[in-house]
Every structure is written in structure tokens, then in C-alpha cells.
Nanobody
Framework: EVQLQASGGGLVQAGGSLRLSCAVS????????IAWFRQAPGKEREGIAC????????VYSDSVKGRFTIASDNPKNTVYLQMNSLKPEDTAVYYC????????????????WGQGTLVTVSS
């Protein structure tokens, strides 16, 4: 059974930083696409970052490029999302997702999803 456990959300002031974690079990971690999505109230779920660690393959959405960094710790089967220079518009529920493919992508057709973690950025 594939399981993803996201954590690390919270309240932060604009300009601050947070690091989210996603612990993954039940699939071949290094050769799978692990992604972060977010969904703000009234908006569609948006893919923002993805990594396939065995290929050193990453992709970012334009909305977070240069501010967020996705990284993996293979021995711990954990993917991190380091979020810097946070803005109020980054406020959303953040989800991690996994797919049994070895290329990065930000489309929503991922087969496995974790529960969300709320990030709130105050102005």
C-alpha cells in the first residue's frame, strides 16, 4: 500500500520561510515522480514542484520558481519543499503526490495522494 504523509505547514509572515516534508512508503522511491501541489480557496489544485531523484530531474511552476526548492532524502524516503520569500498568495493547502513514472511533471494525474498541510502567509 502506497502512503504519503505531509507535514510542516503553519503560519508565517510574508517574506518568511517554511519547509514541508512528505514521507513516502510503498513504492520505489528514487524512480518515482514525487510532486507538491497546492490548492487555495476557490481555486483549482496547482502543481508546483516535482522530483525524480534517481534522474536528478526536477520541474517547477512559474509561480514558485526561484523561491521554492524540492529535494529528496532517499534513505529516509522523504521529499522536502523548502519555501522561501513566502507571499500571501502562497496561502493554500499543500499536498504531496506520487506516480509510478520516472519523469517529472506537474499535471494532476497522480495516482497517490497524501493528506494536505495548511500553509498560511500573513501580510
Amino acid at each position: 500500500e502506497v502512503q504519503l504523509q505531509a507535514s510542516g505547514g503553519g503560519l508565517v509572515q510574508a517574506g518568511g520561510s517554511l519547509r514541508l516534508s512528505c514521507a513516502v512508503s510503498g513504492l520505489t522511491f528514487g524512480n518515482s515522480a514525487i510532486a507538491w501541489f497546492r490548492q487555495a480557496p476557490g481555486k483549482e489544485r496547482e502543481g508546483i514542484a516535482c522530483i525524480v531523484s534517481d534522474n536528478d530531474d526536477t520541474v517547477y511552476s512559474d509561480s514558485v520558481k526561484g523561491r521554492f526548492t524540492i529535494a529528496s532524502d532517499n534513505p529516509k524516503n522523504t521529499v522536502y519543499l523548502q519555501m522561501n520569500s513566502l507571499k500571501p498568495e502562497d496561502t493554500a493547502v499543500y499536498y504531496c503526490a506520487a506516480a509510478d513514472v520516472n519523469y517529472s511533471r506537474l499535471t494532476r494525474d497522480y495516482g497517490y495522494w497524501g493528506q494536505g498541510t495548511l500553509v498560511t502567509v500573513s501580510s
